[in-house]
């Protein structure tokens, strides 16, 4: 396909072009609060602790997993069905989304456009270690969810169930691609590494100050979802249902 620009142009050029732009404030009337990839978590910024899964059988991956949970999320400690992210509208949450398995998976989430802030390469072998020390058998259970329950890892706002990463990361944070500075549904998540991305569950035109509810009630089921984008991985459990718990409506 060829596209041909007519010059000269008639009336305002309005195009944005993402990676001239020195910070990563998507738009000058639309930047994303300001976090970085070392923010302390807080309340109003929860952190999210996730993993990506593989369990390996003699002819390579049997199935594919978010947080080590397949879609049904039939687990025990958490609300049904299953359900464990259910972040807030208008809330900003950092999602720290940590690679264990051998591919590169392109994640999406749906209802969102969300920021990649960083990756990290980290020693998988020793997290490895004290992923599955975490676990209450001491060892890795597939398809049992996270090894640490919601509110067990001493600081509140960190949800996920896993081990913090930060004691086996290694090397410097590495930024966005210049293709990858701007509003984001997807994102490549590589073997071996950390991938922080920050998603605020609002419009995405919205601003800071500017009203943060989407025009629609986003609590009414059926809700969405949060997958692979590789076809094979999705449709072998690696897709998680998650609900936005939606702000009074007047």
Same mark, same amino acid.
């Given at each position: 396909?060829?596209?041909?620009?007519?010059?000269?142009?008639?009336?305002?050029?309005?195009?944005?072009?993402?990676?001239?732009?020195?910070?990563?404030?998507?738009?000058?009337?639309? !930047?994303?609060?300001?976090? @970085? %990839?070392?923010?302390?978590? +807080?309340?109003?910024?929860?952190?999210?602790? *996730? #993993?990506?899964?593989?369990?390996?059988?003699?002819?390579?991956?049997?199935?594919?997993?978010?947080?080590?949970?397949?879609?049904?999320?039939?687990?025990?400690?958490?609300?049904? !069905?299953?359900?464990?992210? @259910? %972040?807030?509208?208008?809330? +900003?949450?950092?999602?720290?989304?940590?690679? *264990? #398995?051998?591919?590169?998976?392109?994640?999406?989430?749906?209802?969102?456009?969300?920021?990649?802030?960083?990756?990290?390469?980290?020693?998988?072998?020793?997290?490895?270690?004290?992923?599955?020390?975490?676990?209450?058998?001491?060892?890795?259970?597939?398809?049992?969810?996270?090894?640490?329950?919601?509110?067990?890892?001493?600081?509140?706002?960190?949800?996920?169930?896993?081990?913090?990463?930060?004691?086996?990361?290694?090397?410097?944070?590495?930024?966005?691609?210049?293709?990858?500075?701007?509003?984001?549904?997807?994102?490549?998540?590589?073997?071996?590494?950390?991938?922080?991305?920050?998603?605020?569950?609002?419009?995405?035109?919205?601003?800071?100050?500017?009203?943060?509810?989407?025009?629609?009630?986003?609590?009414?089921?059926?809700?969405?979802?949060?997958?692979?984008?590789?076809?094979?991985?999705?449709?072998?459990?690696?897709?998680?249902?998650?609900?936005?718990?939606?702000?009074?409506?007047?």
């Amino acid at each position: 396909m060829q596209f041909r620009v007519n010059l000269p142009l008639v009336g305002m050029d309005n195009s944005f072009n993402p990676a001239v732009v020195p910070t990563p404030t998507l738009r000058a009337n639309n !930047p994303i609060e300001p976090l @970085t %990839p070392t923010l302390p978590p +807080t309340p109003s910024s929860p952190l999210r602790r *996730l #993993t990506l899964n593989e369990v390996m059988g003699m002819g390579g991956p049997l199935v594919v997993l978010l947080n080590n949970t397949k879609w049904d999320g039939t687990m025990s400690g958490f609300p049904p !069905p299953g359900i464990t992210e @259910t %972040p807030a509208e208008g809330s +900003t949450e950092v999602w720290e989304i940590i690679n *264990l #398995t051998a591919d590169t998976h392109p994640i999406h989430l749906h209802v969102v456009q969300f920021q990649l802030l960083s990756r990290q390469k980290f020693n998988v072998n020793r997290y490895w270690r004290a992923y599955n020390a975490a676990f209450a058998a001491g060892a890795y259970v597939p398809e049992a969810g996270p090894p640490l329950l919601y509110g067990t890892l001493g600081v509140d706002s960190v949800l996920g169930g896993n081990p913090d990463v930060t004691p086996y990361v290694q090397g410097t944070t590495v930024g966005p691609d210049p293709n990858e500075i701007g509003w984001k549904d997807t994102v490549r998540m590589n073997p071996g590494e950390v991938t922080r991305i920050v998603v605020r569950f609002s419009p995405q035109n919205a601003t800071a100050t500017s009203n943060p509810m989407y025009p629609f009630d986003p609590s009414i089921g059926p809700g969405y979802v949060w997958h692979c984008h590789i076809l094979d991985h999705e449709d072998n459990e690696m897709m998680r249902p998650y609900t936005v718990q939606a702000l009074p409506r007047p």
